[in-house]
């Protein structure tokens, strides 16, 4: 931002710098993507950008005949992201202009007057704050549970799935198990299409045992429609699922219930700090918690209530569960924000650390793909 502010205000500063020092340093060394320059503190602080111009030439005057010269252009704008005692490092804009840099150019910004700083930072500090009030909403207002999730699917994108359910999805996921002595015990990848309105599901699993098995590859496959479902296993037959599977694999497809909390009561419960993040505390009827991000309206963790009791929430205020579900990471997948990767550290002391890999709302689905016959036809 601090780059952008200054190059908006270069185009004014320029005339009145050349009454003034400027600020000036040579690139001694480029490496991984970043420029090494020979300019230190006091003269650059992190945040500070400096130019790079290509060398002047001169035009011709047509008529005159006389040798104008010709001021460089930038080709690259270099912005201080470390200061030390001998050198500074600095990030490159744009990207590829690092073609264009070489050992011992110059690289420059005009020294800006008291007034000029202050005009910056003032001008930095209305623009976060206009961001600030856009993205986070105030959230420490919240006094409700439906504040808080409406916020958090603001925030994703998740209040246009909420607004407009989507029919169908394909979802592909990997997890990976890691044992106590970091080695993978096993890599799982699933792939489930489901056909929403009609509660039909269709999901193969491919899973490879690393440690114990060298590698053996186990494939397996299930589909429910109708309240009727086949599991596959290998190369064996398909067999009907008993009563209690299809109801757990039904109960666990309801996409719009699982990414916008459409469909269960939510309570308020408090506050808790998890990875030194201070979140909201939300109590689902389905005996879930989330912990959601007051500074993002992400979500941070979640876990069912039990898990959540066993660490004595009430009174130490701090996360410290094992069987937290942890989001690592997030990934924009169309409209949506979802947290795709994911890490669980079991009771056993293992990890379990799963990642989409893909999410298609409205997937394309046919009625055969949730057959027994489709089901039989794989090898």
């Given at each position: 931002m601090?780059?952008t502010?200054?190059?908006?205000?270069?185009?004014?500063?320029?005339?009145?710098a050349?009454?003034q020092?400027?600020?000036?340093?040579?690139?001694i060394?480029?490496?991984?993507?970043?420029?090494?320059?020979?300019?230190?503190?006091?003269?650059?602080?992190?945040g500070?950008?400096?130019?790079?111009?290509?060398?002047?030439?001169?035009?011709?005057?047509p008529?005159?005949?006389k040798?104008?010269?010709?001021?460089?252009?930038?080709?690259?704008?270099l912005?201080?992201?470390?200061?030390?005692?001998?050198?500074?490092v600095?990030?490159?804009?744009?990207?590829?202009?690092?073609?264009?840099?070489?050992l011992?150019?110059?690289?420059?910004?005009?020294?800006?007057?008291?007034?000029?700083?202050?005009?910056?930072?003032?001008?930095?500090?209305a623009?976060?704050?206009?961001?600030?009030?856009?993205?986070?909403?105030?959230?420490e207002?919240?006094?409700?549970?439906?504040?808080?999730i409406q916020?958090?699917l603001?925030?994703?994108?998740?209040?246009?799935?909420?607004?407009?359910?989507?029919?169908s999805?394909?979802?592909?996921?990997?997890?990976?198990?890691?044992?106590?002595?970091?080695?993978?015990?096993?890599?799982?990848?699933?792939?489930?299409?489901?056909?929403?309105?009609?509660?039909?599901?269709?999901?193969?699993?491919?899973?490879?045992?690393?440690v114990?098995?060298k590698?053996?590859?186990?494939?397996s496959?299930f589909?429910?429609?109708?309240?009727?479902?086949?599991?596959?296993?290998?190369?064996k037959?398909?067999?009907p699922?008993d009563n209690?599977?299809i109801?757990?694999i039904?109960?666990?497809?309801?996409?719009?219930?699982?990414?916008?909390?459409?469909?269960?009561?939510?309570?308020?419960?408090?506050?808790?700090?998890?990875?030194?993040?201070?979140?909201?505390?939300?109590v689902?009827?389905?005996?879930v918690?989330?912990?959601?991000?007051?500074?993002?309206?992400?979500i941070?963790?979640?876990?069912?209530?039990g898990?959540?009791?066993?660490?004595?929430?009430?009174?130490?205020?701090?996360?410290?569960?094992?069987?937290?579900?942890?989001?690592?990471?997030?990934?924009?997948?169309?409209?949506?924000m979802l947290?795709?990767?994911?890490?669980?550290?079991?009771?056993?002391?293992f990890?379990?650390?799963?990642?989409?890999?893909?999410?298609?709302?409205?997937?394309?689905?046919?009625?055969s793909?949730?057959?027994?016959?489709?089901?039989?036809?794989i090898?």
């Open positions: 601090r780059k502010i200054i190059l908006m205000l270069l185009a004014i500063f320029i005339v009145m050349k009454a020092q400027v600020i000036q340093g040579y690139i060394s480029i490496e991984d993507n970043k420029v090494y320059l020979d300019v230190t503190s006091p003269k650059v602080v992190v500070d950008v400096l130019s790079v111009y290509s060398d002047a030439g001169y035009i011709i005057h008529v005159t005949k040798k104008i010269k010709k001021e460089g252009s930038i080709i690259a704008d912005e201080i992201i470390e200061v030390n005692n001998d050198y500074s600095a990030t490159i804009y744009p990207e590829d202009a690092i073609k264009k840099l070489k011992g150019m110059t690289a420059q910004m005009p020294e800006l007057t008291q007034e000029m700083k202050e005009a910056i930072e003032k001008e930095q500090e623009e976060l704050a206009n961001e600030a009030e856009l993205v986070f909403d105030n959230p207002n919240f006094t409700t549970a439906e504040q808080v916020w958090h603001k925030s994703t994108g998740l209040d246009k799935m909420a607004a407009n359910p989507p029919r999805y394909l979802i592909e996921t990997k997890a990976t198990t890691i044992n106590k002595k970091g080695k993978t015990v096993s890599v799982t990848h699933i792939t489930r299409i489901v056909d929403i309105m009609s509660s039909s599901v269709y999901t193969k699993a491919d899973v490879t045992l690393v114990a098995l590698n053996l590859e186990v494939s496959s589909v429910v429609s109708n309240g009727i479902g086949w599991l596959k296993e290998g190369k037959k398909a067999k699922l209690y599977r109801k757990e039904i109960r666990g497809i309801d996409i719009i219930k699982d990414f916008t909390c459409k469909g269960y009561t939510c309570t308020l419960y408090g506050d808790l700090v998890v990875d030194g993040k201070s979140c909201f505390e939300l689902f009827s389905n005996n918690k989330s912990c959601i991000d007051k500074n993002t309206g992400l941070v963790a979640k876990s069912s209530v898990e959540f009791r066993k660490i004595g929430i009430l009174s130490t205020k701090v996360e410290k569960s094992l069987a937290m579900e942890k989001v690592i990471a997030y990934r924009q997948f169309g409209d949506y947290p795709s990767m994911t890490q669980t550290e079991l009771d056993n002391g990890l379990v650390k799963t990642e989409i890999l893909q999410f298609v709302s409205n997937y394309p689905v046919k009625d793909q949730f057959t027994k016959e489709a089901l039989s036809g090898k």
